[in-house]
Every structure is written in structure tokens, then in C-alpha cells.
């Protein structure tokens, strides 16, 4: 299958990228100018590479492709940026000219990448028939882009509405390549107390899903988590005892964040009823995977 997949340099994007490549997939990945390929270096030659970002795409340079399925991962993701940015308005924007693009040549796939905050995260356990409050312009946009999308009879579309991820690629910048770079250069880590419960989940395990959503025949919303509730702090401890470095964690040294919900976890029973998909990492073998990637990379 001929696909074409935005946002391909991204922390998510290289990852589907990735499992693409392995179902066989014939992958254009789109990438800005200004894009540093780090995370698709060991694909590259797999690969074709389309210059340019959302905005500069034409019915031209799309026909010439001519794309069986495209996979929308471009967003504006700046970490502690992100949630609140005026650019995701932009982004919506070039996301449904993107969808237009797609329905004129003749693409009837499309599944984008959604978000848990679309959802109203106070009901704890979520799944796709959950209410929706997104509380943040860019869970909002990214709403507001599925609602429209919805209802457009040209496209088949499927909404992965991603949880929370962690692996190779991250930016070091949130929470687990933090704390393990951090604990690996013998540095204190201070966080709340952590009590907060999520649903994490390996990207590879989440790309791969992403992938078994996207060569299904599913559409609508479907949720991409692990189902398995855990609190913010096992999630430290467990990267600090992989390391060996409990003594130099600071639990409970920084405050909560105000308005953080106390816990926001997936139902993922759509997904594995309905595609087959399995993780496969366990919460520990994912965290000492991360790991082990972030010690090759500091020592390079």
C-alpha cells in the first residue's frame, strides 16, 4: 500500500514510519525544510521523502504520489508549549485543506492522530463513547478537525486518540527521558508526589497500533492506550531502580500542577477487539528499552 504520512521526522510519525515499513507499506513521509531527519536515519533509504510542510502541498505534488492511505501526524507539539499555542488554529487550518487535497485525488483512507484531552477527562476511564470537553486549544482543534472530517463521504477516516507515550526519539524535555538523562548523569530528579494515574504506553507499541487502525477497515475514534492504569511516581521509581539510582529521586520536592486531573486512563477494548492488536512491552521491558536506547545516544 502506497502511503503517505505527515509529520514523518516526528517523535510519533518515525515510529509509524517504522511500522509501515515493516507491513510492506510503500512510505512518502513528509517532512518541513527545515527538519532534522535524527529519527529516520536508519530508514532512509526505505523511504521516499516529500520537502515541505502542510501549507505548501498542492493537488499536483499529491497526484504525483498518488497515496492509497494517508496518515496525518503533523501537529505543532512543542513541549510546555503546546496545549495553549495559537498554532494550532494554523495547523487545523492546513490539516483540512490537507483532508480536501486527499478526497480531490482519489485517497479514501485517512486517519489522523487525536488526543485524550478531546476527551472530558473527569470520568476517569474513557472510551470512544465517552463525552468530549477538550479544555485546551489544541485538544480542541484536533476535535474540531475529526468532528469535520466525520463528514466528509469521500474519506474513510479513523482517529487514533492517543494517551500517553514514551520510548526512543522522545524529547528529553518531558517527563521519562527527563528522569532517565537526568539519573544517568548521576543528577538529582525532583518531581510532585506523583500521584496522578495515566496510561502509558511504549511508542513503538503505540505506532504499531496507529498501524493496525489505519490497514483495518475501522472508522471513527478509537482510543490507542494500554489499558493499565499506574501512578506518575511508579513510573520514576521504576526508571530509577532499572538505573540503580532510587537515592537520588526527590519525590513530592516540586507542586502539583493546578487542574491536573487525578486520573485518565484508556478503554482500549475497540482496538484489541476489533484490529487484534497487542503491546509488546510491558510497563518494565518498555522503561529499561528507553533506557538502553538513551545510554547509546549520550555516549555517541
Not at 55 to 60: G, K, R, S
Not at 92 to 114: K, N, P, Q, W, Y
Not at 184 to 201: A, C, N, P
Request: hydrophobic share 45%.
Amino acid at each position: 500500500m502506497r502511503v503517505f504520512i505527515t509529520g514523518a521526522a516526528g517523535f510519533i510519525g518515525a515510529h509509524v514510519v517504522h511500522s509501515a515499513l515493516r507491513a510492506g507499506g510503500e512510505v512518502y513521509a513528509l517532512v518541513r525544510e527545515t527538519s532534522d531527519l535524527w529519527r529516520l536515519a536508519d530508514t532512509r533509504s526505505q523511504i521516499r521523502i516529500v520537502r515541505g510542510d502542510l501549507a505548501a502541498l498542492t493537488e499536483d505534488m499529491l497526484r504525483a504520489i498518488q497515496p492509497e492511505m494517508c496518515i496525518h501526524a503533523a501537529w505543532y507539539a512543542a513541549p510546555g508549549k503546546y496545549l495553549a499555542a495559537p498554532e494550532n488554529v494554523a495547523v487545523l487550518r492546513d490539516s483540512l485543506r490537507l483532508a480536501e487535497l486527499m478526497a480531490h485525488i482519489g485517497c479514501r483512507r485517512f486517519v489522523g492522530i487525536g488526543t485524550c484531552f478531546e476527551y472530558d477527562t473527569t470520568y476517569g476511564y474513557l472510551s470512544e463513547r465517552s463525552a468530549l470537553l477538550p479544555r485546551t486549544i489544541y485538544a480542541a482543534t484536533k476535535s474540531a478537525l475529526f468532528q469535520v472530517l466525520s463528514h466528509i463521504d469521500s474519506l474513510d477516516v479513523a482517529w487514533a486518540r492517543l494517551f500517553y507515550q514514551y520510548g526512543p526519539y522522545e524529547d528529553r524535555q518531558r517527563l521519562v527521558p527527563a528522569v532517565i538523562t537526568r539519573l544517568l548523569d548521576s543528577k538529582i530528579v525532583e518531581t510532585t508526589t506523583g500521584e496522578q494515574i495515566r496510561d502509558y504506553l511504549h511508542v513503538a507499541d503505540v505506532a504499531d497500533a496507529v498501524w493496525s487502525v489505519a490497514a483495518s477497515d475501522l472508522t471513527g475514534a478509537v482510543n490507542i492506550g494500554s489499558g493499565s492504569p499506574i501512578r506518575v511516581r511508579q513510573i520514576v521509581e521504576t526508571i530509577a531502580q532499572c538505573i540503580g539510582r532510587p537515592d537520588l529521586l526527590r519525590i513530592g520536592a516540586l507542586p502539583q500542577r493546578a487542574g491536573d486531573p487525578p486520573f485518565i486512563c484508556a478503554d482500549n477494548t475497540r482496538l484489541k477487539s476489533e484490529t487484534g492488536w497487542t503491546p509488546r512491552y510491558t510497563l518494565e521491558d518498555g522503561l529499561q528499552h528507553t533506557i538502553d536506547w538513551w545510554r547509546r545516544r549520550l555516549a555517541q
